[in-house]
């Protein structure tokens, strides 16, 4: 933060995951902020947007929630700071929603007694860190750059998509997040899953369809060099991380070619592709990379409680 | 007292929809100097016209209205009509109480009130009117035809074998454009160069057309039947009339391994070079930027071997001015490069796919030139990688066309046409090989066009798959292509040798800059605008400019061929008259009160405002005037509006008609 220049302040919706299973993501965020001198200020009296089940059932439901929520933002000053990618897609959805279909407004309005409050902008924290706060600048606050950490950058299926609504990168062909691990000095490799399902909610109803889709990102990022998997969404680290003692028991030791072709050898197990171990991959959240760069307190950040071990790897490059 | 009768047409439903035309014709009747007035269900039809003269002639009317659509649609049918009754036709004038009013309002009362409005406009507009001439022009029985592509060269073998002249300009160093690279062609698996190539010896033989290659336009400048053209014919660093096409400084040329535009870069070409060996005219050009004398001054052994003397490095650019009656737009089209979001663009790239990145895959043209006879491979199939024969191709359609969320939404009418022939083709070549299609839909209308899908369907083995490709990417040697089925409802991953994209048809790089110089409109794609869908599909809303081809909109070959003769026929009914009557709706100059500022040929989008001079008796100069040439005039009124000294005025649209209009609200 160049002197002089006004302080970054957000109002923050952690959202229900980043109180519970994704708690890392909640104190890491708060310490990244710190550490940049940014100003978070949780909306008071916040409760969930909804996630996949409301709009699944009741979309005036889902927009309701979302609007109610967007309300409270209004008490605290600041873009509203968003960390998880379902909340950030809820909330930008309800704004587009509600921002294109008056009669819509208009029954969410009836819903909540009064009216929604579209106009504060809703920004992941990846905006915050490329755009708002600056790539170059990210550069110049580095303490500890993560230098020969080689990252799979993984955006799941909400962060960039649908077209025109979280309008945060190019839908199918991001960059924002490579361009931060530049910045924070890791390598971002080059992967072919960065994009795909991991299964996201299945993990409770169907956790075979979770296994297969999370195996394949998992592999993939094995197969193309990777160190760790980054993320912007408890639900992806919750499957990449702690599905991979499932995947080793369903699927063996060995990575193997789980893509055949549908019409030819379908399934193949020990295909054409090179096979490896099927070693542990890290999996972090953006704001602990993030903020381990920015010198933060390594013991504030969350490492302890994940499933797949990061310290190892993160003894390994001299990052603790 | 003028007599001016109102006929207010119903438009079918169209009109008496919103707005009461009972009513409407009823109020012009109480307007002063109206004499007569009535409503008709049909106006532009036989019985409406005889309406209109009927009246003219018993009532003996001195100017006409006509309430009904736009003056584009049908202002000459009525003014035919009143002429036909002795009228001044330039005493007939439109309103529009169609698409300026019950178009566009639902309120029946609004309508009617505001039909009226515009009615009582017209009437003020016409009383004030004077009786006009029409202005003759000369035409010139030349015709300029851009672009040398199948368009271009077929309508200017027409024209040309209808006895007039024809100057043809092409961009490139030949003329073939985009069907000479191809390799077969739809629905008949003929050979694309053995039907091409006859025609291109044809039009470098036509005793009728001039042929400017290596050339582009520059400026057009003028009007219907009298354009003046400025063309830049860019230094070729070969003598044309020299040259025999020997071809001995193509073998000799050291600088051997460009890349070849041709072969989609895939092929390697000399320095000096031309395009493909069937080129017309077969003269090479030398390629300056990546010729060694033109970037060290030291090589020149094309020169030393060249027997007549026909390498000229001190070449330069030659600008010629033509002057030609007509013009057919011939440009042609460019397939959609598909990387990453080009800078500044509306249309989003298609990075997931990889293209630029995994070298094979491939777009349409390219695989058009892996299987042609004269391509790089000799007319095999191998992969650009590591030249291996692919043994599972993907084909996928529909690659930035249909795709409204990246930009374009239009359909490229070809793609579903030549991908079915590429499987063909690749199951002709390749034997044991599998060709899979992903496709949201087959469009095959045309003349044996379904069959020969179906045929690539059930007789050559291709496997259809219905639904799009979400991501492609390597895998160790092998391309995995993931998509969805959705007739089955299942996620496809193809591990593929070879993945071929059928991109979109995109307006030529420079399109709208072209138009800017003709004057002629385009839509948001840049392609160009004809000026009516249906019924004027290949003349542009400017006079005496026509279209051919997919400069206008995707097109197949026998598609644009039938509209290049179209805009040759065009050309012909023009060509076939001595004289054009065009509207007398230009600017005269008062040079009594016209002060010589020449604002008005500061701001006269035509150039047509000249300086004048009026001498006495004995040719003392004694002012300098504004002269508006009336043959260039485009009859815009943007002196009239300009001029401070009020002494500039547009016939039919005086400042007194557009005051009384003003009044009359």
């Known amino acids: 933060m160049t002197a002089g220049k006004k302080r970054l302040n957000y109002s923050y919706y952690p959202g229900c995951s980043l109180h519970a299973s994704g708690r890392e993501y909640d104190i890491s965020t708060r310490a990244l902020f710190k550490a ?30 979302c609007a109610k929520n967007l309300n409270l933002a209004e008490e605290v000053e600041g873009d509203l700071a968003v960390a998880c990618a379902a909340c950030f897609s809820r909330l930008k959805t309800t704004q587009h929603r509600l921002k294109e279909d008056g009669n819509k407004l208009k029954q969410v309005e009836t819903a909540i007694d009064g009216p929604a409050a579209l106009g504060k902008p809703v920004k992941h924290i990846l905006e915050i860190l490329a755009r708002d706060f600056g790539l170059a600048k990210l550069e110049q606050n580095i303490k500890k750059p993560l230098m020969g950490l080689k990252v799979a950058s993984y955006y799941g299926c909400l962060l960039t998509r649908p077209p025109g609504v979280p309008d945060l990168d190019d839908c199918e062909d991001p960059s924002i997040m490579e361009d931060i691990l530049r910045a924070l000095g890791a390598e971002p490799i080059k992967w072919s899953h960065r994009m795909e399902c991991c299964g996201a909610n299945f993990t409770l109803s169907r956790p075979g369809v979770v296994l297969k889709l999370s195996n394949a990102i998992l592999e993939s990022a094995r197969l193309a060099g990777a160190d760790c998997i980054m993320v912007a969404c408890p639900l992806c680290h919750g499957n990449l991380d702690i599905r991979q003692q499932g995947i080793k028991e369903l699927y063996g030791n060995r990575d193997s ?11 193949q197990q020990g295909g054409d592709g090179p096979a490896t171990d099927r070693r542990d991959l890290p999996i972090f959240y953006i704001t602990q990379l993030a903020a381990l760069a920015m010198g933060a307190t390594p013991e504030g950040l969350g490492f302890e409680s994940v499933i797949t071990d990061p310290k190892p790897l993160l003894r390994d490059k001299h990052l603790l | 007292m003028s007599r001016i009768g109102v006929f207010v047409c119903h438009c079918g439903e169209n009109i008496s929809r919103t707005v009461d035309v009972e009513q409407v014709a009823k109020a012009a009747g109480d307007i002063p100097g109206v004499a007569y007035s009535c409503d008709y269900k049909y106006m532009c039809s036989d019985p409406g016209q005889n309406l209109l003269k009927k009246a003219v002639s ?103 074998d209808a006895g007039h002249q024809v100057l043809l300009v092409e961009r490139d160093p030949s003329i073939g454009g985009h069907m000479a690279q191809l390799s077969e062609t739809f629905p008949t698996l003929d050979c694309s160069q053995c039907i091409m190539t006859p025609k291109m010896v044809d039009v470098a033989n036509h005793p009728n057309i001039t042929l400017y290659t290596f050339a582009e336009v520059e400026k057009v400048e003028g009007y219907i039947g009298n354009f003046s053209v400025t063309v830049r014919r860019k230094a070729r660093s070969v003598d044309e009339e020299k040259c025999t096409g020997c071809g001995i400084c193509m073998t000799k040329c050291p600088k051997k391994k460009i890349p070849n535009d041709f072969d989609q870069g895939h092929g390697l070409r000399t320095a000096i070079y031309v395009p493909f060996p069937q080129a017309v005219p077969n003269t090479p050009v030398i390629d300056r930027e990546n010729c060694t004398m033109f970037q060290s001054g030291k090589c020149g052994v094309c020169a030393k071997v060249c027997g007549p003397g026909a390498v000229d490095f001190q070449q330069e650019d030659r600008v010629t001015v033509e002057a030609v009656g007509a013009v057919v737009v011939a440009t042609g089209f460019k397939l959609y490069s598909i990387d990453r979001k080009p800078e500044g663009s509306a249309i989003q790239g298609y990075g997931e796919f990889g293209y630029g990145t995994i070298p094979d895959v491939i777009d349409g043209m390219t695989f058009e030139r892996l299987a042609s006879a004269s391509g790089p491979t000799g007319g095999r199939i191998l992969r650009p990688s590591d030249g291996r024969e692919p043994k599972q191709v993907v084909f996928i359609q529909c690659v930035g066309s249909r795709a409204r969320e990246k930009g374009i939404s239009y359909c490229s009418k070809v793609c579903c046409m030549y991908t079915a022939k590429h499987t063909m083709l690749y199951h002709h070549k390749v034997h044991d090989g599998q060709a899979y299609v992903f496709y949201m839909d087959a469009r095959t209308p045309g003349k044996g066009y379904d069959e020969f899908w179906r045929r690539a369907v059930e007789e050559e083995e291709a496997v259809y798959i219905r639904g799009m490709v979400s991501r492609l990417y390597q895998k160790g040697d092998k391309i995995v292509v993931m998509g969805s089925d959705t007739l089955v409802g299942v996620q496809v991953e193809i591990e593929a040798d070879l993945v071929v994209m059928a991109t ?162």
């Open chain 1, 36 to 65: 940049l001198n940014m100003g978070l200020k949780e909306v008071p009296d916040w409760f969930c947007c909804g996630a996949t089940p409301a709009h699944n059932v009741d979309e005036l439901l889902s927009l309701s929630l």
């Open chain 1, 257 to 267: 070619s789980l893509f055949g072709n549908i019409f030819g050898s379908e399934m």
């Open chain 2, 504 to 665: 979109a048809v995109q307006a030529q790089d420079g399109a709208d800059l072209l138009a800017q110089k003709l004057g002629i409109s385009y839509d948001k794609y840049n392609f160009y605008s004809e000026a009516h869908a249906k019924l004027k599909p290949v003349e542009c809303a400017t006079a005496g400019i026509y279209l051919a081809g997919a400069c206008q909109g995707p097109k197949d070959i026998p598609d644009t061929v039938s509209q290049a003769s179209a805009a040759a026929a065009k050309v012909m009914t023009l060509f076939s008259k001595d004289q054009l009557e065009r509207d007398p709706v230009v600017a005269k100059v008062n040079e009594k009160y016209c002060v010589g500022c020449l604002a008005c040929k500061k701001v006269c989008p035509y150039g047509a405002v000249e300086e004048k001079g009026i001498r006495d008796r004995q040719g003392n100069l004694v002012k300098v005037t504004a002269y508006v040439n009336p043959g260039v005039c485009g009859g815009c009124g943007t002196c009239q509006a300009t001029c401070p000294s009020k002494s500039v005025e547009l016939d039919g649209y005086t400042d007194e008609q557009i005051m009384a209009m003003i009044e009359a609200l």
């Open chain 2, 58 to 160: 018993e009532q003996k009317l001195d100017g006409v209205v006509v309430a009904a659509c736009s003056p584009r649609m049908h202002e000459k049918t009525f003014r035919k009509a009143a002429a036909a009754a002795g009228l001044n036709q330039y005493l007939c004038d439109m309103a529009n109480i169609r698409e300026h009013c019950s178009w566009v309002h639902e309120d029946k009362k609004l309508g009617t009130a505001k039909a009226s409005d515009i009615v009582k406009l017209m009437v003020q507009r016409v009383k004030k009117g004077k009786a006009l001439a029409p202005i003759t022009v000369p035409v010139t029985k030349k015709a300029l035809v851009i672009g040398g592509g199948i368009a271009g060269i077929q309508a200017a073998l027409d024209i040309a």
